[in-house]
């Protein structure tokens, strides 16, 4: 086993079990998965992100062919849909974490985003900078297949048209996240969901920057939006 993998191991149950302490997931919902040179190593299904055991984490080959490890969780598919849709606007997506966190869960849930194209508009600064774009995608089952193919359509229809996003929002079910790494994945997923919680927190609909405001984080800090 490489030090790479041997780190990523690590790095999973680390992210795993910050988030758990911390309400962003909570029983067995949620899975993190990280994009190794020789395949994906992703948590055991119906595994509590909490108590993970780097050894007992899921091995799969680039095939998605299991090699090691306790079973592989359902969402592997989605995964490597994600990965294989993102990397050809970003290289280095080598992290997806999927959770069910309350706030993005229950704006899905309001009756007004049901016919909305992306869950969130940009309120705030950090939002635009960290986190971008999160279409909303269709309500599917967990594991459904047709939810992988259509994610990956929306990846792909993002980044053709220059703005290439790091989250999208399954209806009903959760975000999934992409970055670098677990730690980098995680620091996009907290960002999301704190805003999602000013959203609700709000009484009146808050006002999006407006798009002077986007043009400047754009210069000032590269922000892809």
Known sequence: MSNAENLAREDICRVGKSLFERGYVHATAGNISV?????????????????????????????????????????????????????????????????????????????SYKAEAELLPPITPYFVMKVGHVPLVAYHRPGDPAAAALVSQVISRYGQRGTPIRALMLDRLGPNVWHSSPAAAMATLEELEETAKLMLTCTQPPDALSETQIDDLRKTFNAIW
């Open 35 to 111: 994009r190794l040179d020789d395949g994906f190593l992703i948590t055991p299904t119906d595994a509590c992100l909490g108590f993970l055991d780097p050894v007992r984490l899921a091995k799969l080959d680039l095939s998605g062919q299991q090699v090691s490890g306790d079973k592989a969780s359902k969402t592997i598919a989605l995964h490597r849909s994600i990965y294989a849709a993102a990397s050809a606007f970003d290289a280095t997506a080598r992290c997806i974490i999927h959770t069910h966190s309350t706030h993005c869960v229950a704006l899905t849930l309001q009756h």
